[in-house]
């Protein structure tokens, strides 16, 4: 049975044998409300992680879930993954501040910092414990392209224009190597990796670029490697200064936890499964590809 409780515009929250007036109590009472209100909230409010669309956006949130899972469980707070619609919308984000936390490549990294200053570096991956990694350009195994010099006039696939793997490190690359400005400028973007791959197994391109993971997904159909690209700096996760110094540093400590640390462990591998752990990354670690990064500004590209 639902009781109503009554009281007088007189005896509201009066305590019992007290003479004080209402209008005395009634602010500390909407303070005690509001302070309620406000924990309420916080806890409810969502931690954002924003990741790039370097795979696509239904197996991205199925690598990422069991990370997600258990952030929401370490900050006690939910966290919920949002996947860019293109690299650049990703960077935005992170800068504006529409996301906490992000994991994103190394070039985007070095636009980011460009754009908005630095960011807070969580951790930098280690695969196999390095914490640089290489892409491929690849081809078809029955064409007899060997070298890049021969591939003027060929059809070329790359990622995202801010993709380092899928476009920016294999174009230095082809500059590097004397390829005609007319087939660079006739390259086609197609937006990640695993459709460059498509692509070039289709016949729709001769030539394409992408990361290490994607080729040996697709090698068994028909592919192989021209050239692999030298090693950069590996991906990172970074928080946005939307979070506390406080925040980060705990953030910061979890992820660097030994590779023994079994749900962490599981969680990293579910994004890679070559994962094994996080280093600590700082900003100079991405000069060597601050100069690439010249040469193609140099040559029109500015990534």
Known sequence: MTRTLQVSHLDIIRPHGSSLPVVLILPFLIIFLLSISQASTASETKIRFGVHPYLSASELYSRFTPLVNLLSGFLSQP?????????QTHIQNIGNGRVDLAYLGP???????????????????????????????????????????????????????????????PHFMMIEAGL??????????????????????????????????????????????????????????????????????MLRAFLLSPPDHKKLNNALKGIKPTITGLVAGSDSDYDSLRKMQQVLIKHGINP
């Open 79 to 87: 966290v919920e993954l949002d996947v860019a619609k293109d690299y």
């Open 180 to 249: 005609d400005q007319a087939t660079l400028n006739r390259a086609k973007f197609v937006g990640s990796h695993q459709n460059v791959a498509l692509g070039v197994l289709t016949g729709m391109f001769d030539i394409g670029a992408v990361k290490t993971s994607v080729f040996k997904r697709y090698k068994a159909h028909g592919l192989r490697i021209l050239r692999w690209t030298p090693p950069i700096p590996n991906h990172l996760f970074i928080a946005t200064h939307t979070l506390s110094s406080d925040r980060i540093n």
């Open 107 to 169: 070039m985007p990294y070095i636009i980011l910092v460009e754009q908005f200053g630095p960011q807070p570096i969580l951790g930098q991956l280690q695969i196999k414990g390095k914490n640089t990694f290489q892409g491929a350009i690849i081809t078809r195994n029955t064409d007899d392209i060997t070298d890049l010099k021969e591939i003027s006039n060929k059809r070329i696939a790359f990622g995202d224009p801010e993709s380092t793997m899928s476009h920016l490190i």
